[in-house]
C-alpha cells in the first residue's frame, strides 16, 4: 500500500493507496465464487470434511506470486531520498513510539470500527443466515459476493474522492453510515427474502468502501517517510487481530447472550466510535511532513 502511494502522483494519494485495498474484495469474489461453486457441488458432509479447505489451498499459489512482484519492485523515490540523506531509522519501532505516539493510537483505533463492521456484515452474515434463520449457506455467499463484486468499483472511487474532499470527511461518513445500517441489516436479513439480503450486504459493503477506499493513505500520512512503514504497520495490523479476528466470535457468543441481534448492533456500533474517535485525534498531514503532502490530504 506504501508503496502504491509513494511511487504515484501524490496529488492522488488516496486513489493510489486505494488499489492494494482492493484485494480485499477481489478475495472474496474469487473466494467466495469458489466457496458457492463447492457448496452447490457437494454434500454438506464433504464441504465440512475438506471442501472448505479447498480454497486455502489455493491461496498458497498467491504468496509465489507476492513474492515475485515484491522482489521486483524498486524503493519509492520518496524514500530513496531518505536512504541518500542517511535519515533511516535506526530502531524504528522504538522510534515510532517516542515521535508518533498520537499518530500510533489514531491508526490503531481508526481501523477497529471498520473491520468489526466489515467481518460482522461478511462473515456472521454467513452463520445468522444458516443458524438461526435456517437458510442455505449459499444464500449469504452469493449476497457478499454481489456486495464485494461492487466494492472493487467502489474503493478506488472512495479514494480519489478523498483526494478532493480529504481523508477524514470520506472515511467519517462511512462511519456514519456504518453505524445506522447495522441497525437495519439483521432486520433485512431476517425477511428471508433474497432481495432484501442482497439488498443488506451491498449497502453495508458500500458504506465500508467509504471507509476502507480512503483508510490507506489515512493512517500512511500519519507517520513521516522515515518510520511510515513501521509506524501504519503496527497501528493496522495489531487493530486487525483485536477488531477483525474477533469481531465473528464476539458476535456470535453476544448473540448466544442476548437472543437479539440489537446486541450485536450495538457491538458495531461502538466499534465504530472507537473509529471516530481515531479520526478525531489525528494530526495532520501536514504537519508530520508538510513539504510532501498535498492541500487535499
Not at 84 to 89: D, F, H, L, Q, S
Not at 118 to 125: D, E, M, P, V
Not at 186 to 191: G, K, M
Not at 230 to 242: D, H, K, P, R
Amino acid at each position: 500500500m506504501i508503496i502504491s502511494m509513494e511511487h504515484g502522483d501524490p496529488r492522488r494519494r488516496g486513489f493510489n493507496a486505494s488499489w492494494p485495498q482492493v484485494g480485499v474484495p477481489a478475495g472474496y469474489v474469487l473466494a467466495t465464487a469458489l466457496l458457492a461453486v463447492l457448496s452447490a457441488t457437494m454434500s454438506d458432509a464433504a464441504f465440512l470434511s475438506w471442501g472448505w479447505r479447498v480454497p486455502f489451498l489455493l491461496s498458497g499459489l498467491l504468496v509465489l506470486v507476492g513474492f515475485w512482484v515484491r522482489r521486483r519492485i524498486t524503493e519509492s523515490p520518496e524514500f530513496a531520498d531518505v536512504a541518500n540523506t542517511g535519515a533511516k531509522a535506526k530502531m524504528p519501532l522504538l522510534e515510532v513510539l517516542r515521535e508518533h505516539p498520537r499518530a500510533l493510537i489514531s491508526a490503531f483505533t481508526a481501523r477497529i470500527g471498520v473491520d468489526v463492521a466489515f467481518y460482522t456484515f461478511t462473515a456472521y452474515i454467513l452463520v445468522y443466515l444458516k443458524d438461526p434463520l435456517g437458510l442455505d449457506r449459499s444464500v449469504g455467499l452469493n449476497a457478499v459476493l454481489i456486495g464485494s463484486a461492487l466494492q472493487l468499483v467502489l474503493m478506488p472511487a472512495f479514494g480519489a474522492l478523498s483526494d478532493r474532499l480529504g481523508r477524514r470527511t470520506v472515511y467519517l461518513g462511512g462511519v456514519v453510515a456504518a453505524a445506522i445500517w447495522a441497525f437495519a441489516f439483521f432486520p433485512l436479513l431476517e425477511t428471508k427474502s433474497f432481495p432484501m439480503i442482497a439488498l443488506a450486504t451491498v449497502v453495508a459493503l458500500v458504506a465500508h468502501a467509504a471507509m476502507y477506499g480512503p483508510q490507506a493513505a489515512f493512517i500512511a500520512e500519519l507517520f513521516s517517510t522515515r518510520l511510515r512503514y513501521s509506524g501504519a504497520s503496527m497501528g493496522y495490523q495489531v487493530a486487525g487481530i483485536v477488531g477483525g479476528a474477533l469481531a465473528p466470535i464476539i458476535a456470535l457468543k453476544l448473540f448466544d447472550a442476548f437472543q437479539t441481534t440489537v446486541a450485536v448492533s450495538v457491538y458495531v456500533v461502538i466499534a465504530l466510535a472507537v473509529t471516530a474517535f481515531g479520526l478525531a485525534i489525528a494530526p495532520s498531514a501536514h504537519d508530520v511532513e508538510p513539504a510532501r503532502v498535498p492541500l487535499q490530504a
